[in-house]
């Protein structure tokens, strides 16, 4: 039922206040698509993000290959800040899983120019990303290598 909201809450009324719960987590790619589209900013947003996220770092191999393409993609610069924001943070999710080196290795090419990123935090989250696969045997290290020499050789960074 694509016209129900995307925001199903189960309401619980105690002391007269009420308690919303988001009901489940969205598919990672879809939820970018929705920011990216109309980002809100708000608490309700975040909580999402946050359940999509954790979703992600226990989700299938399958499914976390399956949405990594919208991630790199809203990784971009010039796409919403707040995509981007979310997006860094599903890259995270995904390196930190046991198998996040493997499922990265072949997007090292688009990981690797994050670090000289101009967005501080998509940097921060990179060189997270860049310290936790690097050492790893299924990663492909040169990306991670040329980049990483070009940021220590950037005052900006």
């Known amino acids: 039922m694509k016209s129900l909201p995307r925001w199903l809450m189960v309401f619980s009324f105690s002391l007269g206040g009420a308690i919303w719960l988001p009901a489940q987590s969205v598919p990672a790619d879809r939820f970018l698509d929705a920011v990216a589209a109309h980002s809100v900013g708000d608490q309700a947003e975040r909580d999402q993000a946050m359940m999509t996220s954790m979703a992600l770092s226990s989700a299938s191999a399958s499914e976390a290959e399956r ?8 990784l971009r610069p010039g796409t919403e800040e707040q995509a981007r924001g979310y997006a860094a943070e599903f890259l995270l999710m995904i390196a930190l899983r046991p198998d996040g080196a493997a499922l990265l290795s072949g997007n090292s090419a688009q990981i690797a120019p994050l670090l000289l990123d101009t967005n501080s935090g998509i940097q921060n989250v990179a060189l997270a990303v860049t310290d936790y696969v690097i050492a790893k045997p299924e990663t492909n290290q040169q990306p991670y290598l040329a980049a990483l020499q070009a940021a220590l050789q950037n005052p900006q960074t």
Do not use: E, G, K, N
């Open 67 to 74: 949405v990594l393409p919208a991630v790199m993609s809203h």
